[in-house]
C-alpha cells in the first residue's frame, strides 16, 4: 500500500514537474519570439524627448517659447521629493522595490477583473513598464504588447537606475492640456513650477495620467475625487501625515483654467520680430527639429527696453507719414448686426477678429452705433460704462475714405464719412501730454508704408533692439533682415572708405562736374540731389552734401573692383556688380548688413559680426553655442588685484586700416553737423549718413555713436514714390533720434578714439574749419581728381601750390605742411 501511494505521489510530482517543464519552455518559447524584434531599449539610455526651446533677454527674462509639444525637460535631481512620490503613490507604489513588473499587482487586477466579469478592469502596468508602452511601443490592448512590454521593462531595469526611468516617465507622460511632463504641466494648470507645487497640487498633476482627456473645468469633481485618492495614498505610504493629508483634501480645485490664477502665457509679451528672427537662424543652424524639441535655452542680446522704444520709434514715423497722406483703409473686418445687440455676443465676435494686439496702447473695437456726427464704439478690454466710448466728429476729420480706381472722396467731416455699423476699427486714448489726463479715444490704422530698425553694440555686434516692421501680428515679414532694398547713398561711405586707403584726405579736390557715361543701354547722365555743380570740392564736402557726380568720378578713379571688395569685405554684399551705378547704392542689399557695416567704421576698422544670441545651451546647461570667442587672460585667478579690471584678448580681423576709419567717422560727423544729417540732435559724438533713393522709393539713415549704431530705412513693400518731400533725413532721422536719446542715457557715448599714426591739422573749408587727421607721411594728391572724366573747364584742373605752413596740432606740436598742398587752396565749393 505505501509503496503504491509512493509511486501514486511519484507519478504526480512527475507529471507537475513535466508540465512545469512545458509550461516554462511554452512560456520561454513565446517570450523569445516576442523578444526577437523588439525596439532596442538602450536607446533610452540617451533619450531626449521633445522639449520646449526658451528665449531669455539678456537681463535673464523669458521673452519667447518654441516647441513641438509643450515639454519642459527637468533633471530628475531638480524635481521635488513631493512630486515623485504623488505620481508613485498613483502609478506604482512599489516601484522601488519591483524589477520592471509587480506580480502583486497583476494578481490583484486579475482578481478584480473575475469579481466584476471583466466590467472593471484597471491597470496593473508599473512605471517601467508605461515608459516602454511610451517610448516604444503602442496603446493597443493586447497579450502580445503586454509580453513585450514585460520584457523590455524588465531589460531597461537592468539598464537604467529607478531615477533615471522615474525621470523618463515624469518628463514623457502626457498630462492634458497639450501639456507633456510634469513641468510643463505645472506651469499650464497653476502657472507654477514644479518647487512651488502644494501637495494637493502634486498630487493633481498625478490624477491626470489615469484620464487626461478629462477637463478640469468639465470634470472638476471627478479631478478633485482623484486627486484625494492620491492624497490618501501617499499618507498611507508615508509621505504625508495624517494631519497634512486631510487638509489638503479639504481644498477646492484651482486652476488656470478655471480662472484662478493668471495665464503663464499671458506673462509673456507679444511675439516679436527679434525672437521670430532668433528662431529662423537657428533653426538654419542647428536645425528646425532640434530647434523645436531639443530644448535651448536662449540667452538673446535683446534689451527689453530698448526693443520697445525701437518699436515706439519705427511706428510713429510710419503712422506719421501714413496720416500724413490722409486716406482711411480702416482694418477690412466687419462684425454682422446681428452681434451687436449684446454686449457679450460683440466682445466675443470682436475677440475673433483677426486684427494686430501687440501695438503698444491700440486696443481693437467695433462701431456700435452713428450719431449725427460720432461713433459709438465698443473696445476689447475696455469695459462699457455709463457713458458710452466715442469717436467724436473731430477725429476723422483729417482723413477721407478710401475708393476704388482713381475716384478721390470728399475730406470727412462727421464720423459716418469714414466708418459704418459693424467695422472693427483700431483705436488708442489721447491723453494730456503734462497731466496724462484722458482726452478721447482717437482712430487709428496700420500703414501700408513700411520699414525696419535695428540697433547694436559696436565692439560685441549685439544686436540690442531689432523692428522688423509696424506690427508683427499684421506683418511676420522682417524687413530689418529680409528685406532687399536699395541703400542710396547710404552706401557712398565706402566708396571713400576705398578712396583714403588709396592715398585720397578728406580735404582731396574731386571734381563736381557733369558725366556722361555710354552703356548698353543708352546715355547715364547722372545727377547730383536737387541739381547743380559745385565745381572743384574737397572729398569731405562731397560726403557731408552727398554728392553724386564727385562720388561716381572717385569710384572710377580708384575702380569699381576696388569698391566692390571694400563692399563685400564690409560684410554688405556677397557680391557687388561693378556698375558705377553702383557706387551710388544702386544694387540691393539689407539694413541688418549696413548697420552691421557701419559698426565697423565706429569700432576703429576691427571685424564684428552682428549676432542676436549671446549664448545657447542644451537641455542639461552644457554651452553648443558662444558669441563672444575672446579669452579672459588673468580670469583664472582666484581673486584680482585691487583696481586692476580683466584683461580681455581679441583677436578679430581688421578690415580697414584705424586711421582710414577715423577719418570717415570725422567726415559721416560734418554729415549730421552740416549735411544731410544735420537734423541728428544728440548730447554726445555722433556720425552718420543718410540715403534716398531714385524717386525716394527708399529712405535711409544709419549713425552711430562711440558705442551704438542704429540704422532705419522706410519704403512701401512693392516700391514706389514716398513723395517729392520724402528723404532720409526727413523721414528716417526722426527715428534714429527718437531711439538714440534713450539709447544715449542707458550706453553713453564719448568722442571717437584717435588711433596713432597721425597728426592734426586745421582746415579751412570757407565758413568752417576742421581740424583734418593726417596719416604720417601721407602723399599728397596734386591733381583734381576727375575720374577720367571729360570736364566743364580745365583750368583748375590743378591745385595751386601754395608755400609750407607750419599750424599747432591737437597734441601741442608743431607740424610743417609741405608745398602743394591739396586744401586750403582754391575751390567753387566754399574753400578758400
Known amino acids: 500500500m505505501i509503496r503504491f501511494v509512493l509511486n501514486f505521489l511519484g507519478g504526480v510530482f512527475s507529471w507537475f514537474v513535466t508540465a512545469g517543464v512545458f509550461l516554462a519552455l511554452v512560456v520561454g518559447g513565446?517570450?523569445?519570439?516576442?523578444?526577437?524584434?523588439?525596439?532596442?531599449?538602450?536607446?533610452?539610455?540617451?533619450?531626449?524627448?521633445?522639449?520646449?526651446?526658451?528665449?531669455?533677454?539678456?537681463?535673464?527674462?523669458?521673452?519667447?517659447?518654441?516647441?513641438?509639444?509643450?515639454?519642459?525637460?527637468?533633471?530628475?535631481?531638480?524635481?521635488?521629493?513631493?512630486?515623485?512620490?504623488?505620481?508613485?503613490?498613483?502609478?506604482?507604489?512599489?516601484?522601488?522595490?519591483?524589477?520592471?513588473?509587480?506580480?502583486?499587482?497583476?494578481?490583484?487586477?486579475?482578481?478584480?477583473?473575475?469579481?466584476?466579469?471583466?466590467?472593471?478592469?484597471?491597470?496593473?502596468?508599473?512605471?517601467?513598464?508605461?515608459?516602454?508602452?511610451?517610448?516604444?511601443?503602442?496603446?493597443?490592448?493586447?497579450?502580445?504588447?503586454?509580453?513585450?512590454?514585460?520584457?523590455?521593462?524588465?531589460?531597461?531595469?537592468?539598464t537604467l537606475s529607478k531615477d533615471q526611468i522615474l525621470e523618463l516617465y515624469l518628463n514623457e507622460i502626457f498630462l492634458g492640456q497639450n501639456s507633456a511632463g510634469v513641468a510643463a504641466a505645472a506651469q499650464t494648470y497653476f502657472n507654477k513650477s514644479l518647487s512651488e507645487l502644494a501637495p494637493?497640487?502634486?498630487?493633481?498633476?498625478?490624477?491626470?495620467?489615469?484620464?487626461?482627456?478629462r477637463s478640469v473645468v468639465r470634470d472638476k469633481d471627478r479631478i478633485t475625487e482623484r486627486r484625494n485618492y492620491v492624497l490618501r495614498e501617499m499618507w498611507q505610504n508615508g509621505y504625508l501625515t495624517e494631519a497634512v493629508y486631510r487638509a489638503e483634501s479639504a481644498l477646492p480645485l484651482k486652476s488656470v483654467q478655471n480662472g484662478d490664477y493668471p495665464a503663464f502665457r499671458n506673462s509673456l509679451p507679444p511675439r516679436d520680430y527679434f525672437t521670430d528672427e532668433i528662431r529662423r537662424q537657428l533653426s538654419q543652424q542647428f536645425g528646425e527639429d532640434e530647434f523645436f524639441t531639443g530644448g535651448l535655452q536662449i540667452r538673446a542680446t535683446m534689451d527689453p527696453a530698448m526693443q520697445e522704444v525701437a518699436a515706439k520709434s519705427l511706428q510713429d514715423?510710419?503712422?506719421?507719414?501714413?496720416?500724413?497722406?490722409?486716406?482711411?483703409?480702416?482694418?477690412?473686418?466687419?462684425?454682422?448686426?446681428?452681434?451687436?445687440?449684446?454686449?457679450?455676443?460683440?466682445?466675443?465676435?470682436?475677440?475673433?477678429?483677426?486684427?494686430?494686439?501687440?501695438?503698444?496702447?491700440?486696443?481693437?473695437?467695433?462701431?456700435?452705433?452713428?450719431?449725427?456726427?460720432?461713433?459709438?464704439?465698443?473696445?476689447?478690454?475696455?469695459?462699457?460704462?455709463?457713458?458710452?466710448?466715442?469717436?467724436?466728429?473731430?477725429?476723422?476729420?483729417?482723413?477721407?475714405?478710401l475708393m476704388p480706381g482713381r475716384e478721390r472722396a470728399p475730406q470727412a467731416k462727421v464720423a459716418s464719412d469714414l466708418l459704418s455699423l459693424g467695422d472693427v476699427v483700431m483705436?488708442?486714448?489721447?491723453?494730456?501730454?503734462?497731466?496724462?489726463?484722458?482726452?478721447?479715444?482717437?482712430?487709428?490704422?496700420?500703414?501700408?508704408?513700411?520699414?525696419?530698425?535695428?540697433?547694436?553694440?559696436?565692439?560685441?555686434?549685439?544686436?540690442?533692439?531689432?523692428?522688423?516692421?509696424?506690427?508683427?501680428?499684421?506683418?511676420?515679414?522682417?524687413?530689418?533682415?529680409?528685406?532687399?532694398?536699395?541703400?542710396?547713398?547710404?552706401?557712398?561711405?565706402?566708396?571713400y572708405a576705398a578712396a583714403l586707403d588709396r592715398g585720397f584726405t578728406p580735404a582731396t579736390i574731386v571734381a563736381d562736374e557733369p558725366i556722361t557715361v555710354n552703356t548698353p543701354q543708352g546715355l547715364w547722365t547722372p545727377k547730383n540731389s536737387g541739381g547743380g555743380f559745385y565745381g572743384p570740392t574737397p572729398l569731405r564736402t562731397g560726403i557731408e552734401q552727398s554728392r553724386n557726380l564727385m562720388t561716381i568720378r572717385i569710384a572710377q578713379d580708384i575702380g569699381m573692383d576696388t569698391v566692390a571688395g571694400y563692399a563685400e569685405r564690409f560684410g554688405v554684399y556677397d557680391h557687388l556688380s561693378p556698375f558705377l551705378a553702383n557706387s551710388l547704392g544702386a544694387q540691393e542689399t539689407t539694413l541688418f548688413k549696413m548697420v552691421a557695416a557701419y559698426a565697423m567704421f565706429a569700432n576703429g576698422g576691427e571685424r564684428v559680426e552682428p549676432t542676436l544670441v549671446d549664448r545657447v545651451q542644451d537641455r542639461r546647461g552644457r554651452t553648443v553655442y558662444r558669441h563672444d570667442k575672446r579669452a579672459c587672460v588673468n580670469c583664472q585667478q582666484g581673486a584680482l588685484p585691487p583696481n586692476q579690471p580683466p584683461v580681455i584678448e581679441s583677436d578679430r580681423e581688421r578690415v580697414m586700416d584705424a586711421i582710414t576709419a577715423y577719418q570717415l567717422t570725422s567726415m559721416l560727423e560734418g554729415v549730421v553737423k552740416r549735411g544731410s544729417g544735420k537734423g541728428v540732435k544728440l548730447p554726445v559724438p555722433v556720425a552718420g549718413k543718410t540715403g534716398t533713393t531714385n524717386d525716394a522709393k527708399d529712405v535711409w539713415f544709419i549713425g552711430f555713436t562711440s558705442n551704438i549704431v542704429a540704422g532705419c530705412y522706410l519704403g512701401f513693400d512693392e516700391p514706389r514714390s514716398l513723395g517729392s518731400n520724402a528723404y532720409g533725413g526727413t523721414l528716417c532721422v526722426p527715428v534714429f533720434n527718437s531711439f538714440m536719446r534713450q539709447a544715449v542715457k542707458k550706453y553713453g557715448g564719448t568722442a571717437f578714439k584717435v588711433p596713432p599714426g597721425g597728426y592734426f591739422a586745421d582746415v579751412s573749408y570757407g565758413k568752417f574749419t576742421v581740424s583734418e587727421y593726417?596719416?604720417?607721411?601721407?602723399?599728397?594728391?596734386?591733381?583734381?581728381?576727375?575720374?577720367?572724366?571729360?570736364?566743364?573747364?580745365?583750368?583748375?584742373?590743378?591745385?595751386?601750390?601754395?608755400?609750407?605752413?607750419?599750424?599747432?596740432?591737437?597734441?601741442?606740436?608743431?607740424?610743417?605742411?609741405?608745398?602743394?598742398?591739396?586744401?586750403?587752396?582754391?575751390?567753387?565749393?566754399g574753400l578758400y
Do not use: C
Open 427 to 495: 483705436v488708442r486714448q489721447m491723453t494730456d501730454d503734462n497731466t496724462g489726463a484722458f482726452i478721447r479715444w482717437t482712430l487709428r490704422q496700420v500703414p501700408t508704408i513700411q520699414g525696419g530698425f535695428m540697433a547694436m553694440d559696436v565692439n560685441t555686434g549685439r544686436v540690442v533692439a531689432m523692428q522688423g516692421g509696424f506690427s508683427y501680428q499684421s506683418s511676420v515679414f522682417n524687413r530689418a533682415t529680409q528685406a532687399m532694398r536699395q541703400p542710396g547713398s547710404a552706401f557712398k561711405p565706402f566708396v
Open 774 to 829: 593726417f596719416r604720417e607721411g601721407s602723399v599728397v594728391v596734386n591733381r583734381v581728381v576727375d575720374g577720367g572724366f571729360d570736364r566743364e573747364s580745365k583750368k583748375s584742373s590743378d591745385v595751386t601750390e601754395t608755400t609750407e605752413k607750419a599750424v599747432t596740432t591737437s597734441t601741442g606740436k608743431r607740424k610743417v605742411i609741405p608745398k602743394k598742398a591739396d586744401f586750403n587752396s582754391m575751390s567753387a565749393g
Open 200 to 213: 494637493h497640487e502634486a498630487a493633481t498633476l498625478a490624477a491626470m495620467p489615469q484620464a487626461p482627456s
Open 317 to 401: 514715423a510710419l503712422e506719421r507719414y501714413d496720416r500724413g497722406i490722409g486716406v482711411w483703409r480702416g482694418t477690412g473686418q466687419v462684425i454682422p448686426p446681428e452681434d451687436l445687440g449684446s454686449e457679450d455676443r460683440w466682445r466675443a465676435a470682436l475677440a475673433k477678429a483677426k486684427v494686430p494686439r501687440d501695438i503698444e496702447g491700440w486696443h481693437p473695437a467695433v462701431v456700435l452705433d452713428l450719431t449725427e456726427r460720432d461713433a459709438i464704439i465698443g473696445i476689447e478690454g475696455v469695459p462699457s460704462e455709463a457713458e458710452p466710448h466715442v469717436i467724436p466728429a473731430k477725429d476723422v476729420q483729417w482723413a477721407r475714405k
Open 30 to 158: 513565446i517570450f523569445w519570439i516576442y523578444s526577437r524584434d523588439l525596439p532596442s531599449h538602450e536607446a533610452l539610455a540617451s533619450y531626449a524627448p521633445k522639449t520646449i526651446s526658451r528665449i531669455y533677454s539678456g537681463e535673464g527674462r523669458l521673452i519667447d517659447e518654441f516647441a513641438e509639444e509643450r515639454r519642459i525637460f527637468v533633471p530628475i535631481e531638480e524635481i521635488p521629493d513631493l512630486v515623485k512620490q504623488a505620481f508613485v503613490s498613483a502609478e506604482d507604489k512599489n516601484f522601488y522595490q519591483h524589477r520592471g513588473y509587480d506580480p502583486r499587482g497583476m494578481a490583484g487586477a486579475a482578481v478584480q477583473a473575475v469579481q466584476t466579469r471583466g466590467e472593471s478592469v484597471r491597470g496593473a502596468s508599473t512605471i517601467t513598464q508605461q515608459v516602454m508602452k511610451n517610448f516604444l511601443l503602442d496603446s493597443s490592448r493586447s497579450v502580445e504588447r503586454k509580453v513585450k512590454e514585460l520584457i523590455l521593462a524588465t531589460r531597461l531595469e537592468n
